[in-house]
């Protein structure tokens, strides 16, 4: 709650000192200095620097936002972002332009072990070794991203916690065909966005362009919720193919993929390291989307073990069967993944499971866990949500055994973690 007695910073320009990353792509800095000071989540900074902030959010309490608007003393790791559009007010779209290679990774390996120690009580010590990079460098590795459409009907990405468009030419996250979309170049009028993704040929963008327009919804979603848009495939092809480890799948051009054209066979790799499926093995994997990972999984337990897939997206699950033809032991479920639908299933060996961001939630870790699986290997978009599913497997007896995680989102503060719990038979 906001605190009465807290003067409102909103506006205001401050010299602070900037301390470590926060979860969200910003700092924490105090005003003033020290432990007694207001936090200040700031953005463009990094730690160690001396900066001079502009406050553009204070609902009072405890914390507020802020923006820095001048580097007084920089950080070795700073660097010139390589897009105009970047910096205090500009494109929301990246976090860490500003900062280095090598930087970015230990910012995200810093946020991955501050989150398991604040909301899961885990230091994770020497069980993970940081964020790995994937191939590929900092720049033209998306391969789908959704622009949106201003008032006027001009294309662009959003401004930081603003509905606000930043109009652009061309964005240099996205790949060939994506960042330098011909569809920037129109103005798009009764649209909130235009969406452009293409295909991938192990870890490289491929194929051709496939262009989707949204729409505002005629309804809106349960207990006031917006619900989704309607999308349209304006041009390009109706599915995409995605080439992974030699294996084609085939999505709809509106589904979900993973957008870096590497991450797909990284995390298959670190997955299938961690759980080791063996042949024979009973495998549920949750929330499977179009089997991406369910085939690899199919491939590991062979034509005597089974794989079980679960997804809530009748085209996903569409696409999934089409794709796991020729494994006879995978079976894909239109099934929206619930603790009551967990709890009518059999046992299993392994549980794979890979959320959206909001994570899985108690009540459907508890739901698995009492399946009884010898191992559960979880894939995360954020180390949040897996810090406190994490937390509550570990209430129930279980413990983090491995933890990897990938920069498949660089220049954003988004990071993708692969981890492993088992049983702890230490507390039996």
């Not at 000071?37 to 959010?57: D, I, K, N, S």
């Not at 990246?94 to 946020?111: I, M, P, R």
């Not at 949204?214 to 193919?241: E, F, K, W, Y």
């Not at 997955?271 to 085939?295: K, M």
Request: hydrophobic content about 40%.
């Amino acid at each position: 709650m906001p605190d009465p007695a807290s003067p409102s910073l909103l506006g205001r320009t401050l010299d602070v000192t900037v301390g470590a990353p926060a979860h969200g792509g910003s700092c924490v800095a105090r005003f003033p200095d020290g432990p007694g000071g207001r936090v200040l989540f700031v953005r463009h900074a990094l730690p160690g620097e001396r900066a001079r902030v502009l406050v553009t959010e204070d609902r009072g309490g405890s914390f507020a936002f802020a923006d820095a608007v001048e580097i007084l003393s920089a950080s070795p790791d700073r660097v010139t972002p390589p897009c105009p559009h970047s910096g205090p007010g500009r494109c929301g779209g990246c976090d860490w332009q500003h900062a280095g290679a090598a930087a970015q990774l230990e910012l995200k390996s810093t946020v991955v072990r501050e989150q398991f120690d604040r909301l899961a009580g885990l230091p994770l010590g020497e069980l993970f070794a940081g964020v790995e990079p994937l191939p590929g460098g900092l720049l033209g590795w998306r391969t789908r991203t959704l622009y949106a459409v201003g008032r006027d009907g001009r294309p662009g990405l959003r401004r930081h916690r603003s509905h606000e468009v930043e109009v652009l030419d061309r964005c240099p996250l996205g790949a060939a065909g994506v960042g330098d979309a011909g569809v920037l170049d129109e103005t798009w009028d009764g649209v909130t966005g235009v969406e452009v993704a293409i295909g991938t040929a192990d870890g490289a963008p491929a194929g051709e362009p496939a262009v989707l327009t949204h729409r505002p919804a005629a309804r809106r979603g349960g207990r006031g919720r917006r619900a989704p848009d309607r999308v349209a495939l304006l041009r390009g092809p109706q599915h995409l193919r995605h080439t992974v480890s030699g294996r084609d799948f085939d999505v709809h051009a509106g589904g979900f993929w993973q957008v870096h054209p590497a991450a797909a066979a990284a995390f298959a790799e670190a997955l299938l390291g961690l759980v080791a499926p063996r042949p024979g093995e009973a495998v549920l994997d949750l929330y499977a989307g179009a089997g991406a990972l369910t085939a690899p999984l199919a491939e590991a337990v062979g034509p005597t073990g089974r794989v079980l897939g679960l997804e809530a997206d009748a085209v996903a699950v569409t696409d999934g069967r089409a794709n796991l033809e020729d494994l006879p032991q995978a079976e894909l479920r239109h099934e929206r993944v619930t603790a009551g639908v967990l709890g009518t299933l059999d046992a299993v060996d392994v549980v794979v499971l890979d959320p959206p961001r909001s994570g899985a939630g108690r009540e459907v870790v508890q739901a698995l866990l009492d399946l009884r699986p010898r191992c559960v290997g979880y894939v995360a978009c954020d180390p949040a949500a897996l810090a406190r599913d994490v937390a509550t497997a570990v209430g129930a007896g279980w413990r983090l055994t491995g933890l990897r995680a990938f920069d498949a989102f660089p220049m954003t503060h988004h990071v993708e973690c692969v981890a492993r719990l088992e049983p702890d038979d230490s507390r039996t």
